[in-house]
């Protein structure tokens, strides 16, 4: 099977990959003294560190060759102290690098769920869930762990490096030519490797959207792939995922790996090196014993530095990679912007919604999904809106709220236009039912008060007696604290539906926007609600969607869409009479012949008033 993919898998150049993190730093705001403070006590541990290959010397030269027992003492107990001095300035700076890189964390983490959420549907779907998913966590936590890092050891291995080359060649210039060539031979090694490896990990990145992909659907799709006997088909898809996610992090793994051996001989054959010239200088009577020991000792400090700054450029290069992909996130700007921060004062005597010749497109310069959209919808009145399926629909729906801004034309509400109005003031007024039947986990009050927190009792009862969902809600033990389990699995489709209305109408919406949510209903529940939806005191106005005529038939006016366009608005009986495409609608579903029982329905000339007859 073909594999899925989402969008997301954006092409970063070199230069935006470098200055990547440095972005990223400005969520360590409040960590500001810890990041500084870390780095600092990090190279004090540093600093005393290079001190103790020299009170190694003098123990040896000064305690040991001439036989000083209380020199060796001495210098003893001042080496256990300068390693105590350095634990302690250690731990503190450990400390130091944890509260910054996870309050840098936090504050990304916060700051890039805002942003994913001020931007429009179609801004996410260029990323794609899962690869919004894969970004919030972990690159997230890739770019914090690179954070902590850079905290930890941006000071204390450069400095380590540069100290123990300076002290090597106060003691020995001619043999700390050794480690200069040692440190060159090492940077090498450690650029090959990074520009190696550096691919890999964006590579790595992209393939886990893909595995969370398949995850997710998979799972959220279990029964259906299992009615199908799907089940091999989705797992060759997942394993042919993993398997080039495991070969990409094998290959990124094993350059990586190459480091430490190759780092190891350098140091090792630097060692031999050293030992072998400075027991000649010793030889000479130009060098001490003490003094070879401490340019031993540099040059192991030196080793050490070198593998941490090594280990350092792969979690650098691959924090990089992460923040590279977060800050696609982030210079995504919202194409949806408010433009208003106070509610404007409705203009007397209009519309409660106008559409005034809208077009809309999903993408610039691609084919229209609405075009030249023109109605009325005053306050109480019910418009029903109907069409084949891919006729615009929940478009049109969509751009009420501004989900999607319109390509041309305008939309109004009490005459002034949507785009005049803050977005919590606009969308306070709508109350939609999408056509997807939406619960969140929890409680079922918490699902009914998503609107409006500070309904009461009374109001959800009012509500769910109007959407024909109180009786079964009152046969519920724990009644409006029943759980609701993700996704509303817990309840049938027809009791999700419901239920979304009644989350709808408990914020007394001043439009109420009913996107095909009857089509789990019967026609006995579906008239109830009608009926219950018209007598609500608040009076708004309705917009009902169906694909079924039979729902639509008592509307004030019925707006028929075909391809995007109108092809016919105005009342049940004048549609029959003037829209062709209505009327095939309504034929197709109200008259033909039943094969089974040769019986034949109703015809639909013969409904009279929005009712069979």
């Not at 969520?27 to 009170?55: H, M, N, S």
């Not at 000083?68 to 400390?95: C, D, E, P, R, Y």
């Not at 400090?301 to 792969?314: G, S």
């Not at 034949?600 to 069979?612: F, H, I, L, M, Y």
Request: charged share 20%; glycine share 8%; with cysteine.
């Amino acid at each position: 099977m073909t594999k899925r993919k989402e969008y997301g898998k954006i092409p970063i150049n070199t230069k935006r990959k470098v200055l990547a993190m440095k972005k990223l730093l400005r969520f360590l705001k409040g960590y500001r003294a810890v990041t500084v403070l870390g780095p600092l006590f990090k190279l004090l541990e540093a600093v005393f560190e290079l001190i103790i290959p020299l009170v190694v010397a003098s123990i040896i030269d000064k305690g040991i060759n001439a036989n000083n027992s209380s020199h060796v003492w001495k210098m003893g107990a001042v080496m256990i102290a300068l390693g105590l001095s350095g634990l302690i300035f250690a731990v503190t700076a450990q400390f130091m690098a944890a509260k910054a890189s996870q309050g840098f964390g936090t504050n990304l983490r916060g700051a890039l769920y805002r942003h994913i959420n001020s931007l429009s549907i179609g801004e996410t779907d260029k990323f794609g869930t899962a690869g919004l998913l894969t970004r919030i966590n972990s690159d997230t936590i890739q770019a914090q762990v690179g954070v902590a890092m850079f905290i930890r050891l941006v000071l204390r291995a450069p400095f380590l490096v540069v100290g123990a080359l300076v002290m090597a060649i106060s003691i020995s210039p001619k043999i700390s030519i050794i480690f200069l060539i040692t440190a060159v031979i090492v940077s090498v090694i450690l650029f090959v490797v990074m520009t190696r490896t550096s691919p890999y990990y964006r590579k790595i990145q992209n393939n886990l959207d893909e595995v969370s992909l398949l995850t997710r659907e998979t799972l959220s799709g279990a029964r259906v792939v299992r009615a199908f006997s799907n089940q091999e088909n989705e797992q060759r898809d997942f394993f042919d995922s993993a398997d080039s996610l495991k070969k990409k992090n094998v290959k990124a793994t094993a350059i990586a790996a190459l480091l430490n051996p190759l780092t190891y001989a350098v140091i090792n054959f630097a060692i031999i090196a050293v030992l072998y010239f400075g027991g000649k200088t010793v030889y000479a009577g130009n060098l001490t014993q003490g003094e070879v020991v401490s340019l031993i000792n540099y040059l192991s400090q030196i080793l050490l530095a070198l593998v941490v700054t090594a280990n350092l450029a792969v979690t650098f290069t691959k924090a990089s990679a992460s923040a590279a992909r977060i800050n696609e996130v982030f210079e995504t700007k919202p194409a949806l912007t408010e433009n208003a921060s106070a509610c404007p004062e409705p203009i007397e005597g209009s519309a409660k919604l106008e559409f005034n010749n809208v077009s809309f497109a999903y993408y610039k310069g691609g084919k229209e999904a609405i075009k030249n959209i023109s109605f009325k919808l005053g306050k109480g009145e019910t418009l029903g809106i109907i069409g084949s399926t891919g006729s615009g629909k929940s478009t049109l729906a969509n751009l009420i709220p501004r989900f999607y801004d319109v390509s041309d034309g305008s939309i109004s509400i009490d005459g002034v236009n949507i785009k005049e109005y803050p977005f919590t003031a606009l969308r306070g007024k709508i109350g939609i039912v999408p056509q997807k039947a939406v619960l969140f986990s929890g409680s079922l009050r918490y699902n009914l008060t998503f609107g409006n927190i500070n309904a009461t009792d009374e109001e959800i009862w009012a509500a769910l007696e109007a959407a024909q969902a109180a009786d079964f809600v009152k046969d519920l033990p724990e009644g409006l604290d029943s759980p609701v389990s993700r996704g509303g699995r817990n309840f049938s489709g027809g009791q999700r539906q419901r239920l979304t209305v009644a989350r709808a109408l408990v914020s007394q919406p001043e439009i109420l926007i009913l996107d095909d949510s009857s089509s789990a209903l019967d026609y006995a529940t579906e008239s109830k609600m009608r009926h219950a939806l018209a007598a609500l005191p608040y009076n708004p106005a309705i917009i009902l969607i169906s694909q079924r005529a039979f729902s639509l038939m008592h509307a004030d006016n019925i707006l028929v869409l075909d391809n995007g366009g109108c092809a016919g608005c105005g009342k049940h009986d004048e549609l029959l009479e003037s829209c062709e495409v209505y009327r095939e609608i309504c034929n197709s579903q109200t008259k033909g012949s039943n094969k089974n029982s040769g019986e034949t329905a109703v015809n639909v000339s013969s409904v009279k008033g929005g009712e069979r007859a």
